[in-house]
């Protein structure tokens, strides 16, 4: 459907034996040979980095990407390049130089996820202080943000560290129930401009499969191809470490 465009989905869980995605070398090939399939041309690989539910160093990541870029098959997959999904988990971060903080391949974004409940000023000191060190925060799914969901006010907090946000694709696709916090905020948040990527956040080809190509056009049946355009350049974007901007829809 946008076979013109070049797909770049920026937060995926393809890397075998890690975290909550992949458990074997067999699952990842199944869901990379999926994503291709459904159009997607490069990914970046965004493993859980200091989430309290797995422990998984940066070294484990480099092996496992380094693995999958030596695999003959890599023809038929996206390209890729290695990210992870950096968990603000303050007192982990304590340990840690600036220069140690994962980023999207050599670009400098970085793809932060906050604690979903307890968006603490500390939470947004450490945000600003990411943007501080000249790199770019992209805030992976708010619309999961409890606090976000009861209170609209704080996007303009969160956006005021110079972040950008990523929604998650699932909450665009046509199945998606739309009474669902999660999904209408999403939607919210897409409609009223805060928005600047969408990306699959995908675990595996059931649960938590890889629906970019899927979201972008439930967003092109509500808001036109215009908006899904913006979304598709602005992934382009990071992979190229280019600037990107909010989408506007309307
Ligand atoms: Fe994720």
Same mark, same amino acid.
């Given at each position: 459907?946008?076979?013109?465009?070049?797909?770049?989905?920026?937060?995926?869980?393809?890397?075998?034996?890690?975290?909550?995605?992949?458990?074997?070398?067999?699952?990842?090939?199944?869901?990379?040979?999926?994503?291709?399939?459904?159009?997607?041309?490069?990914?970046?690989? @965004?493993?859980?980095?200091?989430? *309290? %539910?797995?422990?998984?160093?940066?070294?484990?990541?480099?092996? !496992?990407?380094? /693995? #999958?870029?030596?695999?003959?098959?890599?023809?038929?997959?996206?390209?890729?390049?290695?990210?992870?999904?950096?968990?603000?988990?303050?007192?982990?971060?304590?340990?840690?130089?600036?220069?140690?903080?994962?980023?999207?391949?050599?670009?400098?974004?970085?793809?932060?996820?906050?604690?979903?409940?307890?968006?603490?000023?500390?939470?947004?000191?450490?945000?600003?202080?990411?943007?501080?060190?000249?790199?770019?925060?992209?805030?992976?799914?708010?619309?999961?943000?409890?606090?976000?969901?009861?209170?609209?006010?704080?996007?303009?907090?969160?956006?005021?560290?110079?972040?950008?946000?990523?929604? @998650?694709?699932?909450?665009?696709? *046509? %199945?998606?129930?739309?009474?669902?916090?999660?999904?209408?905020? !999403?939607?919210? /948040? #897409?409609?009223?401009?805060?928005?600047?990527?969408?990306?699959?956040?995908?675990?595996?080809?059931?649960?938590?499969?890889?629906?970019?190509?899927?979201?972008?056009?439930?967003?092109?049946?509500?808001?036109?191809?215009?908006?899904?355009?913006?979304?598709?350049?602005?992934?382009?974007?990071?992979?190229?470490?280019?600037?990107?901007?909010?989408?506007?829809?309307?």
């Amino acid at each position: 459907m946008y076979k013109h465009y070049t797909i770049t989905d920026i937060h995926t869980h393809v890397l075998p034996n890690l975290d909550d995605g992949p458990e074997n070398m067999e699952e990842t090939e199944h869901l990379l040979t999926a994503m291709h399939a459904v159009g997607v041309d490069r990914i970046f690989c @965004t493993s859980h980095y200091l989430s *309290p %539910s797995f422990e998984v160093s940066l070294q484990q990541m480099t092996s !496992a990407y380094d /693995l #999958l870029q030596s695999t003959p098959q890599k023809s038929a997959w996206p390209a890729l390049q290695l990210g992870a999904e950096m968990r603000v988990h303050l007192q982990q971060l304590e340990r840690l130089k600036d220069s140690d903080w994962p980023r999207l391949g050599d670009t400098h974004y970085i793809l932060l996820e906050l604690p979903n409940l307890g968006l603490a000023q500390t939470t947004l000191q450490f945000v600003k202080r990411v943007t501080s060190a000249g790199l770019h925060p992209i805030i992976a799914h708010p619309e999961r943000l409890v606090e976000l969901q009861k209170s609209f006010d704080l996007v303009d907090q969160l956006l005021a560290t110079g972040a950008s946000f990523q929604l @998650t694709a699932s909450c665009f696709i *046509p %199945s998606a129930k739309a009474d669902r916090p999660v999904n209408r905020l !999403a939607w919210t /948040l #897409l409609e009223t401009g805060y928005a600047s990527v969408i990306a699959s956040d995908s675990h595996n080809t059931n649960a938590r499969p890889p629906a970019l190509v899927a979201a972008y056009q439930g967003i092109e049946e509500r808001f036109g191809e215009k908006a899904v355009i913006q979304l598709i350049e602005n992934a382009n974007k990071i992979w190229q470490d280019d600037e990107i901007s909010r989408v506007a829809v309307r």
